[in-house]
């Protein structure tokens, strides 16, 4: 962590525990020149509001909570319950079609950048400002702030399931954007 470059985005959103948590905040003290999103806490849903208060983004585990997530998991089951009665019929979900429905058009977006994009289909730093709410006079997140956040978190979209209409993005950011799975008209 300390050999990081500036400027580097430091995400976790794979399991709490992975990322040295102590070791990010003696960077991020030392020198605020990085970049950090957190959704996957060590120890949750007791989490260190002291990280939480220094991270750029901060979300209560909901990295994979998505539409998209929820269908493919949903399919996942199916299959193997199928497997498990011996039934060789397969579900019938068409997942590619479920996943091209209600795909949400993004426009009007003035001199925006990729932060204002992704502001626009899930506000990760309104998520933070939540977390905080929650830290008591103690500076501590109650677990159960932690749990009711996540629980409460509105079911987004996956990027892809995002069409944008503008004129007004440069070819690079046009290019990053697609890179994550937007779509443009």
């Avoid at 060590?42 to 997530?69: F, K, M, R, W």
């Avoid at 079911?155 to 890179?179: G, M, P």
């Amino acid at each position: 962590i300390e050999a990081l470059a500036p400027n580097t985005l430091m995400i976790n959103a794979a399991r709490g525990g992975v990322l040295d948590e102590r070791a990010l905040l003696s960077r991020i003290h030392s020198r605020s020149d990085i970049y950090t999103a957190i959704d996957c806490w060590e120890g949750e849903p007791n989490i260190s509001s002291a990280l939480l208060q220094e991270v750029t983004y901060g979300s209560p585990h909901i990295a994979g909570h998505t539409a998209e997530a929820r269908l493919r998991a949903t399919l996942s089951v199916s299959e193997s319950l199928a497997n498990f009665l011996g039934n060789d019929r397969k579900p019938v979900i068409d997942l590619s079609q479920n996943l091209k429905r209600n795909i949400s058009l993004v426009e009007n977006i003035k001199d925006g950048s990729i932060s204002d994009v992704l502001s626009l289909v899930h506000d990760l730093g309104g998520l933070k400002n939540t977390l905080l709410e929650g830290v008591d006079q103690a500076a501590t997140l109650k677990p159960e702030v932690f749990d009711n956040i996540r629980g409460a978190t509105e079911l987004r979209r996956e990027f892809r399931a995002h069409r944008i209409r503008t004129d007004d993005f440069s070819n690079s950011t046009v290019e990053e954007l697609k890179a994550l799975g937007f779509s443009f008209d």
